[in-house]
Structures are given as C-alpha cells and as structure tokens.
C-alpha cells in the first residue's frame, strides 16, 4: 500500500513527537537521580558538620568537667567527664565512613584523630597531678598552658573540615538548582516543540480532511448530478414508451373510424372509440402521476380533509376499476360494520387505492381473486389489497416507492414505476403509513393506516 505524501509527513510528525516525549522522558528520568543523589549528598554533609559539632562540644564539656572535678572534687563530674571522652571514638568513626572518598578530610580527620588523643593524654595527666595532691600552680601551668594549645589547633582544625563540608554543600546546592533549572527548561522546550510538531500533524489533518471532504462532495454532487441525468433520461424513455402504445392505439383507431366507419357495425364503431377513450385515460392517469408526483416534491401538495362515506367511496372505486379492466379478475371488498365516514381527502385517497388496486390487477396477469378490505379503528382508518399475482422479490422491496424502480419480474409488463411512489407521497400528506408482504409466485398484500383528526 503506497502512502501519499501527506500521510508519511504525518507519520513523521507523530514519531518525531513521541521521540521528543521519549528523550524528556529519559532526561527527567536522568536528573531525578541526579537529584536524588545531590539530596543524599546534601545529608552526607549536613552529618558531617553535625558530627564535627558534636566533637568539638564534647570535648568542651569534657574539658568543663575535669575543671569542675578538680576545683571542688565532684566525682560526678569525672564520672560525666570519662563518658565524654568514651562518647568521642565512635563519632570519629563514623566521620570516617562519611568521609571515605574524600582524601583532603580524611587527613584532617586523622590529624584531628592525633590532637584528640594529646588532649586525652592531657587531660590523664592534670588528673594524675591532682590526684596525687599535687596540683600546685606550678604543676598545673605547663599542661594548661599545653591543653589551650591542644584545644586551639583542634578547633582550628573543626573550622577547617566544617568550612571543606560547608563548600562542599554549596555546590551540591548549586548543582541541584542547576539540575532543577535545566529539567524545567528541557521539558518546556520538549512540550513546546511536541505540542508545535502536534499542531502541525493535526493542521496537515486537518487539511487533508477538508481536501477529502471537499473532494467527497464533489463526488457526490457528481454522482447525483448522474443519476439525476439517468433518472431524467430513463424517464423520458419510459415516458415517450407509454405515450405511444396509447397514442398509436388512438391513431389507428381514429384511423380506421375515418375510413371505414360507413362498413363497420356499430358495436364495432363503438369497440374502437372504446379504445380510444381506454388509451386516452391511460395517458391522462400518467400525466396525473407525474404532476403528483412533481407537486409533492415542490412541497405544494396540500391534504384537504373532507368527511368521505368510506363504504360508497370503495365501492364507486371498485366499479370504476371494473369499467377500466377485462373480466377476468374478481375484485372482492369487505368492511367493518362500523366504518361510516371519516375526514380524509378525497382526492389523494382515490390516488392512494386506485394505484393499489390498478397494480393488483396489472401484477395478476392470470386473473384470480382480489381481496379489497376496509377496517376502522378509534383514531385510525386501514385499508388492506391482496392479489394472488406474481409478486415482489424481496431485495427489491427496500427499493418500492422510489419512482421510475421496476423489478426484474415485470419487464414484460406495461408500467412506469410511478403507481408506488405516487401512493407513499401521498400517504406523506395524510401522515400515513404501507406496509408489503409478497412472496414471488404467490402474491402481495398492501396494508394503508391513515391517522385520523383528533376532535
């Protein structure tokens, strides 16, 4: 299957727009864990000051107890002093793992490992004096003196591994801000530009759509404009055919009344003006159909109601069928007893029965019996035609009151195909109803419901 050019610039569009959502994807997806890991090394650091605080706290308490234990020999104060120094190892420990990839703090740290343990010696020495009743002014001065050295490079070196962790969380920082702006733009620039590529795919949709519409349009007016022509062409076909059996029929018969009127009898005189008044009523009823059918149409077919004695309707009608056709069917009419009048027009009905019945009869070539019905109900007046004729195939009955559509089994017979569709117009105008069962071979039964005025 070759696709056209506006077809593989939309598959175009489309792949290149899940591509973009694929490479935002995967780039949200890439600085999520860059986040992530900026966060944990955010918490690294902040562990490692907290740490390094604790550290130089306790060793200020630590320092804080000895004097208090030595000014007024509080043993709790030593108590609480020997816990603090045992409190220092496992936070130096654990500076150490926090610090395993950096070299310049593990220096530090083992530095500031070293002046932890002078201090501890320190304060073991101050501790021995004193308890040995010779903490004298000359005794103490060169530890103290020691000590505050001891103490001044320790806090020295905690500003020193608090500043490296306090540069080092700036630009973590930096880093995830940068990485959070970066995200945003990325993914802006890829919504933007898949939302662009998407309106492009639906403009080139769109278009293709209004050039196909455009296109089926045509066609149809094209193809209605055809059957327009063939409709107009087989109907003056059909037309220009029934005009003229009828009209040679009236010809010759005036024909060979001018010639041989004087040696012909009178009831074969009368035999050929009967001809001429048969074909001249055929013609008349085409003509009737035609602008029937031509003024429903135009919409200026009007239903004028009247109130009709539906029983002497039928009957005239039945009499009138009769006086037009040969002998050889029996139209039999049957009716409810308490069918009386009804406001109907006139007019359309006669059109609506005469057609029914004339086709009975056209469609039974082999003569039989016509059953004609009339029923009435509360606000609805039925009227049911059965033959016993040859009947309608049943895929062409979907196809019944469109006009000039004849089957396949009534070539041979004379006909339009305007009787059907001159009953359904007027129905319309009545706000009635047909329905058809028909069998081939054994015959049709048409039922008409015309609804009747509410008082």
């Not at 496992?90 to 740290?109: E, F, Y």
């Not at 490992?113 to 021995?128: A, G, V």
């Not at 001891?150 to 306090?166: C, G, K, N, Y």
């Not at 759509?209 to 055809?226: C, D, F, G, N, P």
Request: aromatic share 8%; net charge neutral.
């Amino acid at each position: 299957m070759k696709w056209s050019l506006v077809g593989k610039w939309n598959v175009f569009g489309f792949g290149l727009a899940l591509l973009l959502i694929g490479i935002d994807s995967m780039i949200s997806y890439q600085n999520a864990i860059k986040l992530i890991q900026n966060a944990d090394k955010v918490k690294h650091t902040h562990e490692v000051l907290k740490n390094l605080t604790d550290i130089h706290a306790t060793l200020t308490d630590s320092e804080s107890n000895l004097l208090s234990y030595t000014l007024f020999k509080d043993e709790s104060e030593l108590k609480r002093y020997n816990a603090a120094i045992e409190s220092i190892s496992p936070k130096i420990k654990i500076l150490k793992q926090l610090n395993a990839g950096n070299t310049s703090q593990q220096q530090r740290l083992a530095t500031l490992q070293s002046l932890i343990s002078q201090k501890q010696i320190l304060f073991k020495q101050s501790i021995d004096v004193y308890k040995a009743g010779q903490s004298t002014a000359q005794n103490q001065y060169p530890l103290i003196v020691r000590s505050k050295r001891s103490r001044d490079q320790i806090r020295m070196l905690i500003i020193q591994m608090q500043a490296e962790e306090e540069k080092l969380l700036e630009l973590w920082v930096k880093k995830s801000e940068h990485n959070i702006r970066s995200r945003i733009f990325i993914e802006f620039l890829s919504i933007f530009l898949s939302f662009a590529i998407l309106f492009g795919v639906y403009a080139l949709l769109y278009r293709q759509m209004v050039k196909r519409h455009k296109a089926e349009t045509l066609q149809i007016h094209l193809s209605q404009e055809k059957e327009l022509s063939d409709l107009k062409l087989r109907f003056f076909s059909m037309v220009s055919h029934e005009f003229r059996t009828p009209l040679s029929i009236i010809l010759g018969s005036a024909q060979l009344l001018a010639e041989n009127s004087e040696q012909w009898t009178q009831s074969k005189r009368l035999k050929n003006l009967e001809r001429i008044q048969s074909s001249a009523k055929l013609m008349t009823k085409l003509l009737s159909d035609i602008l029937t059918i031509e003024r429903a149409e135009a919409g200026k077919l009007e239903c004028n109601r009247e109130l009709v004695d539906l029983e002497a309707f039928c009957l005239n009608l039945v009499e009138d069928i009769h006086l037009g056709s040969n002998n050889r069917h029996e139209i039999k009419f049957l009716s409810d007893d308490g069918c009386t009048r009804a406001e109907l027009d006139e007019k359309l009905l006669y059109s609506i029965l005469s057609n029914l019945l004339s086709n009975a009869i056209k469609y039974s070539p082999n003569g039989g019996n016509i059953y004609f019905v009339l029923s009435c109900e509360a606000e609805v007046v039925s009227f049911q035609i059965k033959d016993e004729g040859i009947g309608i195939p049943e895929e062409f009955q979907q196809q019944l009151y469109e006009p000039f559509h004849r089957s396949y089994n009534v070539r041979d017979i004379v006909g339009v195909g305007l009787g059907l569709a001159v009953v359904k117009k007027c129905l319309d105008i009545h706000q009635g109803e047909i329905s058809v069962e028909s069998q081939e071979g054994i015959g049709t039964t048409f039922t008409v419901r015309i609804p009747l005025p509410t008082k």
